[in-house]
């Protein structure tokens, strides 16, 4: 009996034992779980803060001056601006689709509450009571550009009219997001029968590219797999698929999606006074009006014409070697046939340039030239990450962090697929150190020594331009004017001019460096600068086929355009190379959502920046001298004044086409 008893008193601990286990210790915590709840309840206090803060703005009866009225809306934006950069950066980038999701509703939240205040009549007549007559002239910029902005959001238009504005921003924030999904997911591929089509490309291609079970090879649509095939691919049936592939990205879903944006947009400039919407969209610009656009691509498309057509001949010639019944070079052999007369004519191969540019390297460099020319330093930042790929860092002046900043430079699905700056928080003077990330689709991320293709490089360098703006930018007390917030068609003028150095001799020494130590030899970079100024005639004016579809598809009543027929009308007229049939390159042009009709503001911005860099190739690309005077006059001063005044304080001069102009014209290369 006392056996039968010890037994089921050692049962009865034991099932004491599974109980107190099994309540008390529980499975591992999801930690992608929490990441979400986190974030979730990030973007809900910052609604919640955006709403209050509104809520006291919208119903303030007390005085209005600077520090009850415009401070506050300065608050305001701050949490805005940085609430929803975040989400559009998650959205392009977090692995998580759960967060990316949350994510595009917060961007939503976010343009509704910024809607709500952009048409509050009782902040706009708050601050229309606020004198600003004995304040710096920073202040008296902010007002002024404050009350426009309201004018231009339909402030003062009748209720009614409000209302509907209202309407077409929401719809307008859903049909961009739907342009741009419909863009990222539709990847589409060609499938080729053996190994022998990728015949002509570099071998670490061929390797990443091995036939499946079928002895099939997948070439994709993402531009880490399009680039490389349309350079170096021979056979060309293949190439023109390729292409035809990625100009029909996003169709036929975005034609309608497109269309709407177009007549939302028309209906919204009609109702706030403006004849249309590009006329609405200029007005703050340096262009300053649609017709200054029109007489640009026209001036612009003029200059090139003479080289172009020198540069199609050549391109031409070499065609006519392997078929030579040819009469014309289709858009998808551009890119395979001016290679090959680079590597002919100046006798340069890009598979051996890459080998200067190992991934690590290059990245080391550019803070090694930023610390050359600017005095600054970098450290790595210990911070939340959200892949694992992704590297932070901090940079420093004179022991001070002025920025900080992440690197998202590998591929992997669902990512963002092109190379941007995303300005996550922008710098307040003892408030808020600016922080940017940059994004682009480089190779490297298992090895620092993967080799990167030199135009992969350009992109890194105009990249890093756009965050040392936004950094230099970021001592600024009205969060309007911090940062990259200037003109729109000056954005893009200091990241170009920042590529000039990926051509430079002393610059690539400090880090194109192949694998056996050699330094790049100054002969390739002299060859490399020959070769790259062969085609630029032909790209200026497929350029300018860009901004005038950019144009024409927002001048005018969207009632009575038809995308197709303008478009291929466009092409024909601007770029030398013939629209092929059946394609629909609108419905992946991303930037007529996001630049609408200003594409042309890279073109403005490479006449600007040729402008800019005249000073330096005068006086010292590595002159420290005219750098810090750059970052006083221009980076520094952010949008805190008109993008026409800081060139003309660098320069002391007005701006000029000039410099542009002498280096388009001088066409020693494609004689
Ligand atoms: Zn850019």
Redesign the pocket.
Known sequence: MNKYLKIIFALFVVLIICYFFLNTVKPDEDPSRAMVESYKSECREDIKAGRDLFKRLETYSGPKNVETILAPLNDLAIILGSSSSKAVLYQCVHPNAEIRDIAVSQEKEIIKLATDIALSVPIYHACSAVDVSDREAVTQRFLEHTLRDFRRSGVDKSEETRKRIRELKDELVVLGQEFSRNILEDVRSITLNSVNDLAGLPSDYIDAHKPDGNGKIHINTDYPDFIPFSRYAQNDQSRFELYKHFRNRGYPQNKAVLKNILMKRYELARLLGYKNYAAYVTETKMIKSESNIRDFIYKISEIATTRAEKEYQILLERLRKTDPKATKIGDWQKTYFQELVKQKRYNIDSKDIRKYFQFGNVRNGIFDLTTTLYDVTFRPWKTEIWHESVEAYEMLDKGRVIGRFFLDLHSRENKYKHA??FDLKSGVTGRQIPTSVLVCNFPGEENESALMEHSQVVTFF??F??MLHHFFAGNQQWVKFSGIATEFDF??AP??MLEEWVWDTTTLQIFAVNKEGQTIPPELVEKMVEAKEFGIGLDTKHQMFYAAMSLDFYDCDPNDLDLDATMSALQNRYSPFEYVPATHMYANFGHLDGYSAMYFT?MWSKVISKDLFSRFKQEGMLNPKIAGEYRKAVLAVGGSKDAVDLIRDFLGRPYSFEPFAVWLNDDESSK
Do not use: M
């Open positions: 941007a700056h105009h990249e331009g756009h954005i893009e990241s170009q890279y």
